[in-house]
């Protein structure tokens, strides 16, 4: 089976993109977990944190499929929801979009540049549900800032759901290995979080500043996750570290996002914003069966779009020394 592809990238969060909406692939549900664990193996000839499925929807713009690379479909993606919402911005010529995912239609914006000609896309993200009962098994109505004492004896968590679900803990530094340890057993634990989690570290660094990590569900340790950057961001508001309806820098391994946490009613929406970058576009042969994929034609690269990612990477290192010493 030939597949065009667009390998991209928001905060390094790095998917393999591809465009059923106006191509005509026919592909069946285990055809779907089959590219992915494909195409993402990082020992394989791709290797990638996602697979970005673009498909027609019937009353939005666009639809958005994402499974991660253990075949595994999440609720939502934040960093992939940019990728796609710009390359279907980019199909219709339009600067505005709306694109369905599994549990609410969602909106993208072009929004000028995050750094200089590094072009900045805006998405929402929603349901924001603050319910710990919805993939935690707890008596608890709220869980903010409390014990889980099978994952940590001395972190307290915060659970959300942006809808996909999120714990997330204050740390005054961040250790790899003990996120990497807490978000293995929170994985694990099936009878705690029966659908497994999203586990994210975040450093705080000042006035609206914060350093996140995760550990992914279906993944591992990543340079970015944006749901999980929303939903740190709501978290630092709600322990009002961070202000609400102000901007939030949130800096990660791989760049920054800038997320603005609203409340509308009783309900929280949150703006993300940030990158939408292509490293290259390519087309494979792949073989599901064997789970192997040969490349069809040579790479196409995006070499601007990457030198000026490099400049926000290299701005994102210097931000962050400058807090750190602050
Ligand atoms: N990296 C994504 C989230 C991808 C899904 C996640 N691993 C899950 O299973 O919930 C993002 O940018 O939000």
Not at 17 to 33: A, C, G, M, N
Not at 109 to 115: A, D, L, Q, S
Request: hydrophobic share 35%; charged share 25%.
């Amino acid at each position: 089976m030939n597949i065009e592809i667009i390998k991209c990238h928001g905060s390094n969060n790095d998917f393999v993109l591809i465009d059923e909406l106006f191509q005509t692939y026919h592909f069946s549900e285990s055809d779907r977990v089959s590219i992915a664990t494909t195409l993402c193996d990082r020992d394989g000839l791709i290797g990638a944190d996602g697979i970005l499925f673009t498909m027609p929807s019937n009353h939005a713009d666009a639809r958005m499929r994402m499974f991660n690379p253990d075949g595994s479909e999440a609720e939502m993606c934040g960093n992939g929801l940019r990728c796609v919402g710009r390359y279907v911005c980019e199909k219709l010529d339009r600067n505005e979009i709306m694109v369905e995912t599994n549990e609410a239609d969602l909106s993208v914006v072009k929004k000028g540049e995050i750094y200089d000609d590094v072009p900045a896309y805006e998405v929402s993200i929603e349901p924001v549900r603050l319910d710990p009962q919805l993939f935690m098994k707890t008596e608890k109505k709220l869980h903010v800032e409390l014990p889980i004492e099978t994952l940590s004896e001395d972190l307290t968590f915060t659970a959300v759901s942006v809808p996909n679900p999120h714990l997330i803990t204050m740390v005054p530094e961040i250790h790899d290995e003990n996120l990497s340890s807490i978000g293995k057993q929170a994985n694990e634990d099936k009878n705690l979080l029966p659908s497994g989690v999203n586990v994210s570290f975040i450093q705080p660094l000042g006035d609206q500043k914060i350093f996140v990590r995760t550990y992914e569900r279906g993944v591992g340790l990543t340079n970015a996750c944006g749901t999980a950057m929303s939903a740190s961001s709501l978290t630092t508001v709600l322990l009002e570290i961070n202000q609400l309806s102000k901007e939030i820098y949130v800096y990660n391994r791989g760049g920054y996002v800038i997320c603005v946490v609203e409340k509308q009613g009783d309900e929280y929406v949150i703006k993300l914003r940030g990158n939408a970058t292509y490293e290259y576009k390519t087309t494979l042969d792949i073989d599901l069966e064997n789970k192997t994929c040969k490349e069809q034609s040579d790479r196409v690269w995006f070499e601007q779009e990457k030198e000026a990612y490099a400049k926000l990477q290299e701005h994102a290192k210097e931000e962050i020394n400058l807090a750190a010493h602050e």
